[in-house]
């Protein structure tokens, strides 16, 4: 499937959009989880600091 959204995202308009993995700790287990979004390459920087 990672195979299939890198494919998908080399193609016409969307080079322009980047996948995020950002690390956000849980308030219920206390444990660290992967939080994952498309955004565009502009919209990064917004995505990193928000809390």
Same mark, same amino acid.
């Given at each position: 499937m990672a195979k299939k959204t890198v494919a998908t995202l080399q193609t016409g308009a969307s080079k322009k959009t980047t996948k995020v993995i950002r690390m956000v *700790? @849980?308030? *219920? @287990? *206390? $444990?660290? +989880? =992967? &939080? &994952? *979004?498309? +955004?565009? $390459? &502009? &919209?990064?920087?917004? =995505?990193?600091? #928000? #809390?």
């Open positions: *700790k @849980s308030q *219920k @287990s *206390k $444990a660290y +989880v =992967f &939080e &994952e *979004k498309i +955004v565009n $390459a &502009e &919209e990064v920087n917004d =995505f990193l600091t #928000r #809390r």
